[in-house]
């Protein structure tokens, strides 16, 4: 948007006065660097950086009351959901705001041409030096390069500072102290989260499969979806599939392969050979091919093949291909495509973390353009500790946003129980190999996503035998964070487990203090997953396989709501955990999920920080669901 929004800004506020000159306050730090990073020398003056400041936004203290209102089971407005029109102007930054902002900027003097505010109102974009940013800013940006890899970032150093009469008007301003860089096979920085290997959430190759079973008494050693019916009772034929939607992400270059597709419907669900998922590109997202292996092309194989065979031939599913292999993509991206009102095109998007679109090979401006399904399913995930509290916190608030429109997200808690990546946080919060501290993912943290933990069959049982939590190949992620507050629907389950099975962990190894959100929510089988990738049938594990699982199980839900008039489920948290639906869970009370030098978390009665409030039980689920206005 052109800069000439400043007269309408300058009408409204005609009768303020310039603002007072106020001192510079630290507005956001960072007390060391991520594991493997280190400044290497002062980033050059005239480099020209892409600034980007997120406006604050009004009304995102009621979010939770918003979202009680049309989400907890007692509500008189239970699945009344909000429009987009009604989320986007209930939280759009106010005139005051953009006022006072770009009043700062001008001040600072940059030309009108060189400021944006961006298609949603909510970021203020700025083309910036080094030199002019760090005056802007009060800081000094260096060249961190990473140890093992050689790649370098551009980052500002510990902390950035805002005058104090505009901080209040801004969440954070991009790039600044946030790190989430990868290898790529086009450019030295990969933006990705699907660059193999990134993130939390991996699925685990366990070895090859020689001889395929297809009957329930091999379910300990090959999960098909036969054994998931089974284990969940998931006996369901779709009846509004007109009506219903579920959508699964990838990142590229993430992506499936349809050969693989049509061999693993041939080995468990012959009806659907041939069948495809209606791909939504966002931002230049396709069916790559270029690059393949279990690497690439597993996790959505994965993905797929499980979600597609489990909702039947008559269910159409979603397939959200996020980033072009020159770009890649972060769940910015996506959610940019998904809300307007959150659009970052050419005003928010870090240009570290996140896509920055056009590039040289596709031009897009996704900017709402991409169509809502009633559940999202994403096996994606990072660490709090790596992004950095203020980022997170802005993204978690979207996903409440659009739980607000009445989208269910499911993502994968991690694969590492209490270690998050792999690491653990030593005693000032950086990631090591050495650390103690349990390192907590994201989004599985945020409160407005429903995060989903691993079981397994124990070797030698059935799948009428209760399960434990997945110890085997991988572990549950789970456990609490150290960015967000304890909800109001979870605050009951997380006090029962702290009475009743206090961990034995002194409060440098985790956050104990009874008021941060937990995770998971609930849990699914994650282990031995017979998936075909790169044409051979394998054995595979991971809360990969669980997320795509549980959104299966609920569009089943969604299915039979719709079907009789009602509206889908929505964000679910706030029904999950009431006390009607205690029943409804398979409780799961064995194993743990170690990590950081310790044993973890151990499942017990009731909820637990490893599977949640356990697995489910579908016709449970939905005649609960069916019950609810």
């Known amino acids: 948007m052109p800069f000439l929004i400043q007269s309408l800004v300058f009408f409204t506020f005609s009768l303020v006065a310039t603002a007072t000159v106020s001192p510079h306050i630290v507005h956001e730090k960072r007390d060391v660097a991520p594991s493997g990073w280190a400044p290497v020398r002062r980033a050059e003056a005239n480099i020209m950086l892409p600034l980007r400041i997120g406006l604050a936004q009004p009304n995102l203290e009621s979010l939770d009351d918003y979202l009680l209102e049309v989400s907890h089971p007692e509500s008189l407005n239970y699945g009344k959901n909000w429009s987009p029109a009604k989320v986007a102007e209930t939280f759009r930054p106010s005139a005051a705001s953009i006022y006072t902002v770009l009043e700062w900027l001008e001040d600072e003097?940059?030309?009108?041409?060189?400021?944006?505010?961006?298609?949603?109102?909510?970021?203020?974009?700025?083309?910036?030096?080094?030199?002019?940013?760090?005056?802007?800013?009060?800081?000094?940006?260096?060249?961190?390069?990473?140890?093992?890899?050689g790649i370098e970032h551009l980052a500002c150093v510990d902390k950035y500072h805002l005058p104090e009469h505009v901080a209040e008007h801004i969440d954070l301003v991009m790039p600044t102290l946030h790190f989430d860089v990868h290898m790529n096979r086009k450019r030295s920085v990969d933006k990705s989260i699907g660059q193999p290997g990134a993130g939390i959430v991996n699925p685990k190759l366990i070895g090859e499969i020689e001889v395929v079973l297809t009957n329930l008494t091999g379910c300990n050693k090959q999960i098909t979806p036969d054994c998931l019916?089974?284990?969940?009772?998931f006996d369901y034929t779709p009846v509004a599939t007109d009506k219903n939607s579920i959508g699964i992400v990838e990142y590229t270059p993430v992506a499936y392969l349809p050969a693989d597709m049509d061999m693993f419907f041939g080995n468990y669900s012959p009806s659907q050979v041939g069948q495809r998922p209606a791909l939504v590109s966002i931002d230049g997202g396709y069916e790559q091919t270029s690059f393949q292996g279990f690497s690439i092309n597993g996790e959505a194989n994965l993905d797929l093949q499980y979600a597609m065979a489990l909702v039947g031939a008559t269910q159409n599913v979603t397939l959200y291909q996020v980033g072009d292999?020159?770009?890649?993509?972060?769940?910015?991206?996506?959610?940019?495509?998904?809300?307007?009102?959150?659009?970052?095109?050419?005003?928010?998007?870090?240009?570290?973390?996140?896509?920055?679109?056009?590039?040289?090979?596709?031009?897009?401006?996704?900017?709402?353009?991409?169509?809502?399904?009633?559940?999202?399913?994403?096996?994606?995930?990072?660490?709090?500790?790596?992004l950095g509290s203020a980022y997170i916190q802005r993204q978690c608030y979207e996903y409440g946003k659009l739980g607000l429109m009445g989208v269910t997200f499911i993502f994968a808690s991690g694969d590492n129980g209490v270690a998050g990546n792999g690491e653990c946080l030593d005693a000032n919060g950086a990631e090591s190999y050495s650390g103690t501290r349990y390192n907590p993912g994201f989004p599985a943290t945020c409160p407005y996503v429903t995060s989903v933990g691993a079981t397994q069959i124990s070797p030698g049982n059935t799948v009428n035998d209760p399960e434990v939590a997945c110890d085997t190949n991988i572990y549950s992620g789970g456990g609490f964070?150290?960015?967000?507050?304890?909800?109001?629907?979870?605050?009951?389950?997380?006090?029962?487990?702290?009475?009743?099975?206090?961990?034995?962990?002194?409060?440098?190894?985790?956050n104990s203090s009874g008021i941060s959100r937990a995770f998971p929510d609930i849990a699914v089988n994650g282990l031995n997953y017979s998936v075909v990738s790169n044409g051979r049938t394998q054995l595979v594990a991971g809360t990969s396989a669980a997320a795509p699982v549980a959104a299966a199980i609920l569009s089943g839900v969604n299915d039979a709501r719709l079907a009789v008039g009602k509206s889908p489920i929505g964000f679910i948290n706030p029904t999950i955990y009431s006390s009607n639906f205690t029943g409804a869970w398979n409780d799961i009370?064995?194993?743990?999920?170690?990590g950081c030098g310790t044993d973890g978390f151990s499942a017990q009665p009731g909820w637990d920080p490893v599977t949640g409030l356990g697995t489910p039980n579908f016709p449970k689920l939905r005649d609960l669901w069916l019950s609810m206005p």
């Open 589 to 594: 009370t064995s194993g743990n999920n170690p």
């Open 109 to 149: 003097g940059l030309a009108a041409s060189r400021v944006k505010l961006s298609q949603g109102g909510s970021w203020v974009h700025a083309n910036v030096t080094v030199a002019e940013a760090e005056i802007l800013l009060g800081t000094e940006y260096h060249v961190y390069q990473h140890s093992e890899s």
């Open 229 to 233: 019916r089974a284990l969940y009772d």
């Open 325 to 386: 292999l020159v770009e890649g993509a972060s769940f910015n991206n996506f959610l940019d495509a998904l809300d307007a009102s959150y659009c970052t095109y050419e005003g928010g998007d870090n240009s570290s973390f996140d896509g920055i679109y056009p590039d040289s090979e596709y031009k897009s401006d996704d900017c709402g353009t991409a169509p809502l399904t009633n559940i999202i399913s994403t096996s994606y995930g990072y660490t709090e500790s790596l």
């Open 481 to 510: 964070s150290n960015v967000f507050g304890l909800p109001e629907w979870q605050a009951d389950a997380v006090h029962g487990f702290l009475d009743n099975y206090p961990p034995a962990y002194a409060a440098d190894v985790y």
